[in-house]
């Protein structure tokens, strides 16, 4: 009866939809004009999408009030159209027009993350009232504060940016989710990983992390998918692989990028399929994991350098985290300190209090190309060497002069020329040369010192142009190029 | 029902060693529930109640399901049956057919929830 009143209102009520966005998701030959025409009946726009990208691309172009996936779409599809609604805004629901009314069909699409259920043809006032009801309990939901503070996991920082990480790693980690993580060396991908894994349904079961750039072709898939016994010399038993290991948990592939293609195709099926052979085996081995894969490479580089295969990545990047670098995040620094001098401290029963305020203008004007673990490297470096309670700045001389390096390549000390890491040959023989003129009273004994003709000493300072010889006051004018 | 007078919850049977029933109820909190923590008294509530659906708890063991659907044929035939088994746990083949959905772990979030109520709502 309730349901009749409910109708009722609906059918009142003909704009309730308000122009908002309704993705209808179906095969082309799904009969779903009934969902599509109902949804505008009361004032949704309706965007079909017919396969899973296109899907998925409709979501991505802006607010969406609900999605209607057809079950035939299958499971994947499901699955991955759930968790990217969810990582867009968590209060979408995703109803699901269902091919039967078998139960366990009911039970395997809330198992992807489907709101409700809805087998098809479906009523149209059935329809609409249960999406009502769906679209009020969202618009109840939506603002709520996230569950998820900074402190979680060891994930330290309060920045725009690390919260933002924080609310990707609450949304999407309700859901059995294959990730992709982007970042930086350093910048914490195993971390968000264990995250995603600690806050999420498979938090029961084991995290296995594997770099895969440790490991041979051979070795790695030994190691992912286990063997038969005699698949090979000296395999005298059957072994379980990682797969296997995580049954139920997370697998967390860190440097994805660095395993051999053959190699990457067999994981897509892993994650097609939920299922794979072990090696020198016939027989199929079933697994229900989710798949954290990590990179810090330029995608698109490897991508285009064959490096990364375009089907695995456009199966894993349907959820994606990007890590932003500490120097996007320099306001977490303090903070990270502070994390770190307590985790010294309680590891080594230490006693610093804090670092002083010169080295905290040291730390917070360099650039970190090495991340957070570089900073915890150098705090933990400089909390092993402190004499006292506080450390001081010359903790981090270095830091000084590889700041200046990374602005002019070199620092001069004395008779000595520091460059930084990452610096090129040609950056050297410059520096090198720029140095020994500065201590030479004249060119003619910078080159013999250099063991350079004069010739080709000027030659090469022509070519590092007129401002580095207006930084050579000793030159007379007329050579300066 | 009089007017005004606010609908009831579906009413829901769980089935689970007492232990296990805990942890159900708290997933459930949205229903009304009659707890059983044997075979014997899910038929004496399959009996008592308008039992509208039955949930398994997951520790529950594959025979007590069988009895289960013995009992809900004799005496509330039709009505569905959800349960939570281990990611391994052995199934029947027949259950699907005799309307059991089975939810393996690990659950996501509010997914036995959830799915009661689109079970529930198929039926109006």
């Given at each position: 009866m309730q349901d009749r009143h409910r109708c009722r209102i609906v059918l009142r009520n003909r704009t309730w939809g308000g122009g908002r966005r309704c993705v209808v998701a179906a095969?082309?030959?799904?009969?779903v004009e009934v969902v599509s025409s109902a949804l505008a009946s009361v004032g949704f726009r309706i965007d079909r999408a017919t396969t899973e990208a296109a899907a998925l691309s409709t979501l991505d172009r802006g607010p969406v009030a609900a999605a209607f996936v057809a079950q035939a779409m299958g499971p994947l599809a499901l699955g991955t159209i759930v968790a990217r609604a969810a990582q867009l805004d968590p209060e979408i629901p995703v109803i699901v027009l269902g091919s039967s009314s078998a139960v366990q069909d009911v039970v395997d699409a809330m198992q992807h993350g489907a709101a409700d259920y809805l087998p098809l043809p479906v009523d149209r006032d059935l329809l609409l009232s249960r999406a009502r009801a769906l679209l009020d309990r969202a618009a109840a939901a939506a603002g709520a504060a996230p569950s998820l503070q900074p402190g979680f996991m060891g994930i330290v920082g309060s920045s725009p940016a690390i919260r933002r990480v924080l609310e990707s790693v609450e949304k999407i980690s309700r859901y059995k989710t294959n990730v992709l993580i982007l970042g930086e060396s350093g910048t914490g991908k195993e971390i968000i990983a264990r995250a995603l894994h600690a806050k999420?349904?498979?938090?029961?079961?084991l995290f296995v992390p594997l770099n895969c750039a440790t490991l041979g072709k051979e070795i790695l898939e030994n190691e992912l998918f286990g063997h038969e016994k005699?698949?090979?010399?000296?395999?005298?038993e059957r072994k379980k692989g990682l797969f296997e290991l995580a049954d139920g948990g997370t697998l967390f592939l860190d440097e994805i990028a660095e395993m051999d293609p053959g190699t990457q195709a067999k994981l897509l099926r892993v994650l097609e399929r939920n299922e794979f052979r072990r090696v020198g085996g016939t027989a199929k081995v079933k697994v229900d994991l989710s798949v954290i894969a990590a990179t810090n490479r330029n995608l698109p580089d490897a991508l285009s350098a064959g490096k990364l295969r375009e089907d695995l990545y456009y199966r894993l990047k349907v959820v994606t985290i990007a890590l932003p670098p500490l120097r996007e995040r320099k306001e977490d620094i303090p903070a990270l300190i502070e994390a770190f001098i307590a985790d010294f401290n309680r590891r080594h029963g230490g006693k610093i209090h804090g670092i002083s305020p010169q080295a905290l203008k040291l730390i917070m004007e360099y650039p970190w190309p090495g991340n957070v673990r570089e900073l915890k490297n150098a705090i933990e470096s400089a909390a092993i060497l402190a004499g006292r309670e506080t450390i001081g700045p010359e903790a981090f001389a270095e830091l000084a002069a590889a700041r200046h390096g990374t602005e002019t390549r070199t620092v001069p000390q004395g008779d000595a020329v520091l460059l930084a890491v990452g610096s090129t040959i040609a950056d050297a023989e410059r520096e090198l040369i720029l140095a020994t003129l500065r201590r030479r009273p004249t060119r003619a004994e910078a080159a013999r010192v250099l063991g350079l003709g004069l010739r080709t000493l000027y030659t090469k300072l022509l070519g590092y142009g007129a401002e580095t010889a207006r930084a050579l006051p000793e030159l007379p004018a007329r050579r300066r190029a | 029902m009089a007017k005004g007078t606010p609908r009831r919850s579906p009413l829901l049977l769980v089935l689970g060693p007492a232990a296990d029933l805990d942890e159900v109820r708290r997933e459930l909190a949205s229903f009304e529930l009659v707890t059983a923590p044997s075979t014997a008294a899910a038929a004496s509530a399959l009996r008592a109640s308008p039992i509208e659906a039955a949930v398994v708890s997951?520790?529950?063991?594959?025979a007590w399901i069988v009895e289960l659907l013995a009992a809900i044929d004799r005496i509330r035939p039709g009505i569905p049956v959800l349960a939570v088994r281990h990611r391994n746990a052995e199934e029947s083949p027949g259950w699907r057919a005799r309307g059991v959905g089975v939810l393996r772990q690990p659950l996501l979030p509010d997914a036995l929830a959830r799915s009661v109520s689109a079970v529930l709502g198929l039926r109006t």
């Open positions: 095969p082309r030959a799904a009969r999420g349904p498979r938090r029961q079961h005699g698949a090979f010399t000296g395999a005298n | 997951a520790e529950a063991p594959t």
